[in-house]
């Protein structure tokens, strides 16, 4: 526990609600007016027994409960930032999930540009796999530059699809379809994963493939193969990221090679110099 910096955090959220915005008097300190909520206003507000808050805010509250943190985040309208610094400082490490239910949903326009300044195919989807953004060379991986609205459904249950994602069966499903479960387990929800496990479980040879899924790999390096509509075969690299403001959507970049596979060699990982 950082209680520095989480004393803080609180009290700098804190003195920006205004108790009038709450239908409270905004409490005096030593003859003057006091900036935003007080202690105890906070315990009435959220219902919690009387210095509740004020311990968690000192620093006081050893493990404080998950739905402290979050009434007490949406009360103070904390960002995802905020709120996952919150987890840190008070318990030390990140939180479970999201603090709101539309993150990983929205995503600043300002990547659309950056996308654009790729010279490699690169789109960003969101937590449940909406497609929203690309570059033109992302939109060349599908005939007719037919850009799906979700990648997840395109490739889990589009017949096209086991036409451009080579060895369907063994190369990209036993790999993608575990990470429907996954994200499903997190958050049962979600509407549009919910609608794409029902398309799944009502395709045959997606279905056994789901049924039998456990854990799966992140894309990170991970070397496929791929027919590409005017490239033809070859092989595509991938990398995955997560924009910091969008908790759970996904930044992917693709490397593809036309021809035969290349000899796979052993690729040095990226760190920092022992002096910096």
């Known amino acids: ?21 709450h239908g409270l008097s905004r409490p005096t300190r030593q003859g003057r007016r006091a900036r935003g909520l007080s202690q105890a206003q906070i315990d009435q507000i959220l219902h919690r027994a009387p210095d509740t808050y ?20 949406r009360l ?10 919150l987890w840190r400082y008070a318990l030390g490490q990140d939180p479970p999930h999201p603090l709101h239910s539309r993150s990983g949903a929205v995503i600043s326009g300002a990547w659309q540009s950056a996308l654009e300044g790729f010279s490699q195919p690169a789109y ?13 060379h992302f939109a060349a991986f599908f005939p007719g530059h037919r850009v799906p609205a979700n990648t997840m459904r395109w490739m889990a249950v589009e ?4 036409t451009v994602l080579l060895d369907w069966e063994t190369a ?3 790999l993608f379809l575990p990470q429907l479960r996954v994200a499903l387990a997190a958050d049962p929800s979600d509407r549009t994963l919910g609608r794409i496990e029902r398309e799944v479980l009502a395709d045959p040879a997606a279905a056994s493939i789901y049924e039998s899924a456990s854990a799966y790999s992140h894309l990170d390096g991970d ?24 908790p759970g959507s996904r930044l992917i970049l693709l490397d593809f090679h036309p021809g035969a596979r290349r000899r796979r060699r052993r690729v040095p990982a990226l760190r920092a110099r022992a002096d910096a």
């Not at 027919?227 to 969008?246: D, F, I, K, S, Y």
């Open 124 to 136: 960003l989807n969101d937590r449940s796999w909406n497609v929203l953004a690309h570059n033109a």
């Open 1 to 21: 526990m950082d209680k520095a910096a989480l004393r803080f955090l609180l009290s700098e959220r804190r003195a920006s609600i205004t108790p009038e915005s």
């Open 76 to 85: 103070f309208r904390m960002n995802e930032q905020e709120w996952i610094a």
């Open 223 to 246: 070397e496929r193969p791929l027919r590409h509509p005017e490239l033809g075969r070859g092989w595509v690299t991938m990398c995955a990221a997560q924009p910091l403001g969008a």
């Open 54 to 73: 004020g311990r968690l805010e000192s620093g006081r509250y050893p493990n404080p409960p998950v739905d402290l943190l979050q009434d007490v985040a």
């Open 172 to 174: 990209w499903a036993p």
């Open 159 to 162: 017949p096209e699809a086991r």
